[in-house]
């Protein structure tokens, strides 16, 4: 098994040369709290043995990173769309304006935008290619999705406060088994996002059979 120390370097970008902005996002799959995006244009010569898609890295790691990509990025920024914009326009169109979001916050202009996925709309003139699995091939899509996953976990872990019993400081508002059943105790809070299926389907089928 290869551990994070094995990891060769990702390129840190697609186009070198033009200021090209990775983008990704965070929390797509939750039931609770907003979606998270950034965007990140590091310089043509970044390089660091440990970024990688957030997937893959330790909690430790990513924060560890995010001091690193914050501090030697050309320009990074993070955004959101909460709960009840995405009950309202669905999370596929919330999780692309999280995207445009982010890159309006950049202090430096993208000559072009990679993205991870396989879904985008235009962001003005600026050209912009989708790629599958996109934070584990190229170094700035791996740095949003790390400043996207923390920031995240960072909202959920301080909304846990005010909604303990759900457990977000855990599972950071995706749908475990302990937070659906949290859902169908104490219902939902005004942090959940009501446009998604939030009880267990066969809770749902028990209680209707019973």
Excluded at 128 to 154: C, E, M, P, W
Aim: glycine residues 6%; aromatic residues 8%.
């Amino acid at each position: 098994m290869k551990s994070s120390a094995d990891h060769n370097p990702l390129p840190p970008c697609n186009k070198p040369g033009i200021n090209e902005a990775g983008c990704d996002e965070a929390g797509r799959g939750c039931l609770a709290g907003p979606v998270f995006a950034a965007a990140v244009i590091l310089p043509d010569d970044f390089s660091h043995p440990l970024l990688n898609d957030s997937k893959q890295l330790s909690e430790r790691r990513r924060y560890e990173l995010r001091e690193v990509i914050e501090r030697e990025a050309i320009a990074w920024s993070v955004a959101s769309v909460d709960n009840e914009e995405i009950d309202h326009i669905n999370i596929l169109n919330a999780s692309i304006l999280a995207m445009h979001r982010a890159l309006d916050g950049l202090s430096v202009r993208p000559g072009a935008v990679i993205v991870d996925g396989n879904r985008f709309k235009p962001y003005g003139d600026t050209p912009f290619t989708t790629f599958v699995k996109g934070d584990g091939r190229f170094a700035n899509i791996a740095a949003a999705s790390v400043l996207a996953k923390t920031y995240r976990d960072d909202f959920m872990t301080a909304a846990h406060a005010d909604y303990p019993v759900y457990d977000w400081d855990v599972n950071k508002g995706y749908p475990t088994k302990a937070h659906r059943a949290a859902i169908a105790a104490h219902g939902v809070s005004p942090l959940h996002r009501v446009s998604f299926r939030l009880l267990n389907p066969q809770l749902e089928l028990w209680e209707k059979t019973n």
